[in-house]
């Protein structure tokens, strides 16, 4: 495990520069001499920090849950400040002038009335006829002199109006509480997804861990066949110079031994390249370095067999049941578009100067929204209550490739634990055969080139059996990422 041991210094700004230097540079040296194999362990742990992708679900989740919580408040009023300049393109005004005659007329008339109820009662008879009529025309005379012969304005030609705006849901239809159920479901499925994206990063480093091992052991055992090439080299060089072999023979040595190092550096790349990889996936710099020395070693496991269903802890299985429910607040939703929106509504004027008289300082109102035919709304209920039939199906497609991908895992580990053995057996045999083929060459019985295809050989063979030990663990990492828990490999990677 690679360790970082803190270092409390306190260095004067004014000191030797050296010094400065020297104490900024300690904690690398720190870093290479503490720096361990690195576990598979110590890897989940870094990517649950560091992973950008683990971190872009985290944020995804902590957006929702934000969202969630401004659905909940929904159901407080909404207070606008409501501001408008207006201009006219003529001032308001009430025109007069249409209802002139009737006014004069209506006005002279209760003067006659009046004037013939005051001298009933004092004489006990009506006015004359004459007299009414006098009256009558001396009442439009007056009145009509005195009535406006222009339309007043009841406002100015531009003005301006600032106030305050409540509006507080009353009744909905459910589209409130569908709302705030809708963010609920997709906090859920964020938080699945958070749970699937560190199980799938979990798995995609486990098994870049166990290709750095069997690069590891390639690079060991090409070490070890070089080393082989290198001395048969060298004897050939020397039974040439005897005069024993002929030429042709130490060359064919050194061309088996140049295309050796050419694998050997072939598979330092390729581990290169494995490390860069693990590095994306464990969010650390591309180029840290991250110490594995490990080797793949081959060890019998027997995982235990599911029980029940188990792909229900699964975040797979989890993600699709998730969209069912989004699915049935989706149906919910769309119902309730055909149902009415009641708010209780209120203004309150805060600036009054030039405001016209037909708009009071203040009001309070109910406010009643009913849409009483929309041609969408049937076709939108049942589009949603399709999705909740598609989420129920994709629900239990996850569950079948679940369960197929766990059956399939340990047929494959079944398969290839048999391939080992045998390979196993072979590569002892090859080794012996190697081993024997050296000897009988060092009692001049044999040639290089004989011991060359024998290394050869067995080099072959042995990366026949790395490559199924590493196809075994793989099948095993891919049994226990079908259960939702790919860390569980860990305890037999060491």
């Known amino acids: ?46 990517a649950v920090q560091h992973n950008m992708t683990i971190r872009q679900a985290r944020s995804a989740l902590l957006s929702g849950q934000y969202n969630l919580q401004a659905e909940k408040k929904s159901y407080l009023p909404k207070v606008d400040l409501l501001s408008s300049y207006t201009y006219l393109s003529s001032p308001l005004t009430i025109n007069l002038q249409t209802v002139k005659d009737g006014l004069v007329s209506g006005s002279s008339a209760q003067s006659v009335n009046a004037a013939n109820e005051v001298f009933r009662e004092i004489t006990g008879n009506n006015l004359s006829q004459a007299a009414q009529d006098r009256i009558l025309n ?6 009509g002199a005195i009535y406006p012969d222009y339309n007043p304005e009841l406002s100015k030609q531009s003005y301006f109006v600032a106030g305050l705006g409540v509006r507080q849901p009353i009744f909905l239809g459910n589209k409130l509480d569908a709302a705030t159920n809708l963010a609920q479901s997709l906090v859920n499925t964020a938080s699945i997804n958070v749970n699937l994206v560190s199980k799938e990063v979990d798995f995609l480093i486990s098994l870049q861990y166990m290709r750095i091992l069997y690069l ?30 002929p030429p042709y023979q130490k060359s064919w040595t050194s061309v088996v031994l140049m295309q050796a190092n050419a694998r050997f550096n072939s598979i330092k790349l390729d581990k290169q ?50 969209k069912i429910s989004y699915a049935k607040t989706a149906e919910k939703i769309s119902k309730s578009f055909a149902l009415p929106n009641v708010f209780a509504i209120g203004n309150y004027n805060l600036y009054q100067r030039d405001l016209p008289v037909t708009i009071p300082d203040w009001f309070v109102g109910v406010e009643l929204q009913w849409s009483l035919f929309n041609g969408q709304t049937r076709k939108r209920t049942l589009a949603a ?51 024997l083929i050296t000897k009988r060459m060092e009692n001049q019985l044999s040639s290089p080139k004989d011991v060359n295809d024998a290394v050869l050989i067995e080099e072959e063979i042995d990366k026949a059996y790395q490559a199924a030990v590493l196809g075994y663990y793989l099948a095993l990492a891919e049994y ?15």
């Open 480 to 494: 226990f990422n079908s259960l939702g828990n790919p860390k569980q490999i860990s305890q037999f990677i060491k």
């Open 1 to 46: 495990m690679i360790k970082i041991f803190p270092i409390n210094l306190k260095v004067k700004k004014r000191g030797n520069p050296f010094t400065y230097l020297l104490f900024c540079c300690l904690p690398f040296f720190c870093l290479n001499l503490n720096a361990q194999s690195t576990s598979l362990q110590d890897c989940f742990n870094l």
């Open 385 to 435: 209550r399709q999705l909740v039939d598609e989420a129920k199906l994709g629900e239990e497609n996850a569950a079948q490739t679940l369960q197929v991908l766990s059956k399939v895992s340990r047929n494959k580990m079944i398969s290839l634990q048999n391939e080992v053995m045998v390979l196993d057996n072979a590569r002892k045999e090859a080794h012996t055969t190697t081993s």
């Open 273 to 322: 390249n494995a490390h860069v990889e693990l590095n994306k996936l464990l969010g650390v710099g591309l180029d840290s370095n991250v110490v594995i020395t490990d080797t793949l070693k081959y060890v019998t496991v027997d995982p235990v067999l599911p029980q029940g269903d188990f792909w229900t802890d699964n975040p797979i299985y989890q993600l699709a049941g998730s």
């Open 138 to 143: 001396t009442s439009k005379n007056i009145i």
């Open 216 to 245: 590891n052991t390639l690079l060991n055992n090409q070490q070890l066949i070089v080393s082989a090439l290198e001395k048969n080299k060298n004897y050939a060089e020397e039974l040439v110079k005897n005069q024993i072999l």
